[in-house]
T-cell receptor, first 116, second 113 residues
Framework: NAGVMQNPRHLVRRRGQEARLRCSPM?????VYWYRQLPEEGLKFMVY????????ESGMPKERFSAEFPKEGPSILRIQQVVRGDSAAYFC??????????????FGPGTRLTVL | KQEVTQIPAALSVPEGENLVLNCSFT??????LQWFRQDPGKGLTSLLL?????REQTSGRLNASLDKSSGRSTLYIAASQPGDSATYLC????????????FGTGTQLKVEL
């Protein structure tokens, strides 16, 4: 059973370009979470999605960031018009769903975004 | 708002030493507390998860304890080895906070030969 997969592992963009980060959850998992780790900071929650639904986006910046988890295919975190401050490691986690507090999240290897 | 703090931020110990990493959280209404390991440039590996009803969990040389009332968790590493060198993160899952984890900023551990 493959773990959570993220691609690309490293992404370089110039200021103003778009970045698309992909996350394929573990087989059988229908819940996806995105976290961001800025340099010298801890991981911060961004968004929580189930198939075709955004459940909690309280950690998403108000502008330029969006996330989706379509019925088919991976979850996508999209950053439009990237700025240098977006440079960070972006981690995806997935869980099978279930009772609150028992739904363990499994993390992917992350995508390291560098904005030049 | 839940805040999670880890002390110390960095720790260097000689091989073979037993050590304790500390994690404190401000809101005791948690489902569980989880410890992760992160190697440089890599993802997160889950080490131990303690449910709020539990006091401790053990896996090999690792032992994690939880004192919900005081808002503290500790990760005890016995007989440390150079391969234990990594950043250790704790994360709390709040009740009523959806399913998002709140992470501490980590303790960077170096075990020297």
């Amino acid at each position: 059973n493959a773990g959570v997969m993220q691609n690309p592992r490293h992404l370089v963009r110039r200021r103003g370009q778009e970045a698309r980060l992909r996350c394929s959850p573990m087989k059988g998992h229908s819940h996806v979470y995105w976290y961001r780790q800025l340099p010298e900071e801890g991981l911060k929650f961004m968004v929580y999605l189930q198939k075709e639904n955004i459940i909690d986006e309280s950690g998403m910046p108000k502008e330029r960031f969006s996330a989706e988890f379509p019925k088919e295919g991976p979850s996508i975190l999209r950053i439009q018009q990237v700025v240098r401050g977006d440079s960070a490691a972006y981690f995806c986690a997935s869980s099978p769903g279930g009772l609150a507090g028992t739904d363990t999240q499994y993390f992917g290897p992350g995508t390291r975004l560098t904005v030049l | 708002k839940q805040e999670v703090t880890q002390i110390p931020a960095a720790l260097s110990v000689p091989e073979g030493e037993n050590l304790v990493l500390n994690c404190s959280f401000t809101d005791s209404a948690i489902y569980n507390l989880q410890w992760f390991r992160q190697d440089p440039g890599k993802g997160l590996t889950s080490l131990l998860l303690i449910q709020s009803s539990q006091r401790e969990q053990t896996s090999g040389r690792l032992n994690a304890s939880l004192d919900k009332s005081s808002g503290r968790s500790t990760l005890y590493i016995a007989a440390s080895q150079p391969g234990d060198s990594a950043t250790y993160l704790c994360a709390a899952l709040l009740t009523g906070g959806g399913n998002k984890l709140t992470f501490g900023t980590g303790t960077q551990l170096k075990v020297e030969l």
